[in-house]
Nanobody, 130 residues
Framework: QVQLVESGGGLVQPGGSLRLSCAAS???????????IGWFRQAPGKEREGVSC????????YYADSVKGRFTISRDNRKNTVYLQMSSLKHEATAVYYC????????????????????WGEGTQVTVSS
């Protein structure tokens, strides 16, 4: 069964940077290349919110207003991985970050509606603190 696996989280000081990765595992030959991939985050006591998404067709990207200009989403099809480069991190970025998709397609059009996603990773913790 296909799984999404996030990595790259950790503790970083305000103003610092982190790069998160989302990779697929569990099914030989499965590739993320055919699916749009979205990044969500959930802070303690808050709802899960969509942060960024990258399409599979033409590499179009979406960013929430709160991260525009500071986060960059990208994909490396050779490595079957989607990245979220986060810079100028603020305290409010502290959250568990998840990558997600909808295997039947339409992820990019429906992003950031979290209920539209049907495949989620288990998340990676990002803590911004001095």
């Amino acid at each position: 069964q296909v799984q999404l696996v996030e990595s790259g989280g950790g503790l970083v000081q305000p103003g610092g940077s982190l790069r998160l990765s989302c990779a697929a595992s569990g099914a030989s030959g499965f590739t993320l290349n055919y699916w749009a991939i979205g990044w969500f985050r959930q802070a303690p006591g808050k709802e899960r919110e969509g942060v960024s998404c990258i399409s599979s067709r033409d590499g179009s990207t979406y960013y929430a207003d709160s991260v525009k200009g500071r986060f960059t989403i990208s994909r490396d099809n050779r490595k079957n991985t989607v990245y979220l480069q986060m810079s100028s991190l603020k305290h409010e970025a502290t959250a568990v970050y998840y990558c997600a998709t909808r295997l039947s397609g339409g992820t990019y059009n429906d992003f950031p509606r979290r209920y539209a996603m049907d495949k989620w990773g288990e998340g990676t913790q990002v803590t911004v603190s001095s």
